[in-house]
């Protein structure tokens, strides 16, 4: 058996694809062990076993030679075949084992990668037809096990639920792991003992494509019993009503999860996040962190152009020498919602190009000095309310766009538009031109007006799951988003504008 094993791992340093019966191999801290009579994956880190009978699966619509629909999954009769290799990604350099498993014209492949002493792993699976056959699919999970596993300290581990948005003002929670509570967190988890603070974090780090979630259900409080990473998760919580959108093609692909076993759970949530930042780098900003006073804190719906103006050079006379301004020596003064019912087109324009200007200028007669302060506006891009359902969208009927109502840019589901409970907006569809003419219409007026910094609200009411969008390409609602949301930076970027987002999901 010696020699086998050795052989094994040979084949594997040299690329060589091989018929697996029982192997073992070590990368740094981790270990992963396969027994052709158990079928599934044994996963360690430093001498704790993660997992037993681990897997991947994919809910599958076979399209080609022979149509046919059913779910293939890693840890059956099939048999892997096994290759490796040295790869580096936005993470860094690491190696990839490939688990390859056939059936009826698909290929199953379960990939793991590891990165030298970095105390994470990363998952993934992809499903991909012979010549001739497409594959689609729904779910795809990059990581399950259904076996008993103790990795964790202590004997009462909490698992955390993140919410997949902020809508609705939804809260973080924490459960017990016992009484076989079952918990799916959107897009990341974290499973910790209190006292010592040793956890296992989870989450996925590709948020272009799939709704990802993270399964943990356990007993005794520090004996896990199910866990699943999962892309293609909807339900209530993400403000869905149907499934989630079908992913198709020659080969499909799962998010990436990063998996770990960390001292501190809230360094592996921040080691998570640094990973997330890597894959999807943050959009450059140079000039600091906005600090300042928004509306909607005292003002909300009675706010005016005499009571702003008031506040600002509040801001400016009292507060400023006390360090109220950020690095750049500015304080935003931000108008949200209904600033556009009670302030005009002209006095925000004032206000922004004279009030708010480090100049001069003369109001009703009277000499008087601009601020030095930054203008904020608030803007809905996504969302759609009734009352406007059967007006026109701004930008649109004019340089060659064709007229919309934004009715005409509200997603269906179902064949009717889909209006949100959680905030009763009317979901949109990002990649509909009448959003694009708005965005780059509201924009670039707002950007004559001195506007600089700009709250996007109800962001979530872009990724909804629909029947179809206007861009035959895309099938899912996070790709809408996607969509959506380069559009808006793009022409953020164009007129040095911030975005903050607000209400917005987790990915």
Known sequence: MKKALTALLLALLCHTAIIAEDFSLTEGKWSVTYSDNVKGLTIAYNGTTLFNNAYAS???IKKGTSVGSGTIRSGTTLKPTITSYETEDELGKGKCYQFSYYRK?????????FYGDKPYMTACVTLEGDEGIEVESRQMLAMASDAESTPFKGLQNRVIWVPFDNDGHTRYRNHTLTDNNEVTSHEVTAVFDGPSRYGLVAGSIDHDTWKNAVTVKGIDGNRLTRFRCISGYTNSDTRDALTHGKIGGKK???ARF??????DWREGLNTFASANALVAPPAE???GNPMGWNSWGVM???VNYKGVEATARFIKDSLYSRGFHDREGKTVISLDAFAEDNITQEDT???GTQVFSDDSYIDGGVKKFGTNQTLGHYYGPFVIWEWILDSKVKGTGINGIPEYKWRDAALKVNGNIYKL???GGYASDPTHPAIKANIEYTLKQWSTWGIKYVKADFLNNGIIEGDSWNNPSITTGVQAYNYGMKILLETAKLYDMYIVESDKGSI
Do not use: C, E, P
Request: charged letters at 10%; proline letters at 0%; a positive charge.
């Open 258 to 263: 990063i998996i770990g076993l960390f001292d």
């Open 105 to 113: 014209g698909m290929t199953l492949n379960h990939l793991l990668t």
């Open 252 to 254: 499909i692909t799962s």
């Open 285 to 287: 900003w140079t000039k």
């Open 58 to 60: 994919v809910a599958y």
């Open 300 to 302: 909300q719906t009675v």
């Open 421 to 423: 409970s959680s905030n």
């Open 349 to 351: 324009k004032k206000l």
